[in-house]
């Protein structure tokens, strides 16, 4: 499937000739002309790579960026007029993946645009953790049995990744209330026998297979069956 990429630049000239190029490689692009607009994109989430230029009107580069990231790790490349080193560490301070410099050979934008894609495929799959059947996708907070969905709630889905990031060990309660409820919780750790009683629920029972195991006296362990 050909990589979805958002061009955000006000110069239209300019969005309109990245566009025919890339288009040109095989992806399919769509276009903003201002911040503001551009964010509203980018948060609906189905685009593979932003080309994010900085001087923009209303909402400026960096701010798009900022307010991105607070929902969406989708990789950011910037564009920037200015070669200012302050730039730069700023949009990578942000959380941009990388910057090029206008004007720039459009062979060098294709360049970067694929190692950033290389990059962030190769971060998504790492993020998917496996118990038997189990499927828990840490980026996109899913969950499923072979191919069925399994809604979890936030503290659900916490306990069950800590588990499956620690997959074949014994976690004791108090380890389990402390990673997943944090230092701060004054609660008892019957709770966590409670939160794992809801994902035997959701997942043992419905599916019938036994990956959350209690060991007497320890804590629990999840397993590949
Ligand atoms: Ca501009």
Redesign the pocket.
Known sequence: MAARILVI???EK?ARFIEMELTHEGYEVAKAFDGRSGLELAELGQFDLILL?????GLN?MEVLRRLRRSSSVPVIM?T?RDSVIDKVSGLDSGADDYITKPFAIEELLARIRTALRKSNAAVEAKILTAGKLRLDVGRRQVAYEDTPVELTKREFDLLQYLMENKGLVMSREMLLEQVWGYDYAGETNVVDVYVRFLRIKIDERFGVRLIATVRGVGYVIRDE
């Open positions: 630049e006000d110069e300019f230029d900085i001087m923009l009107p580069g564009l007029a």
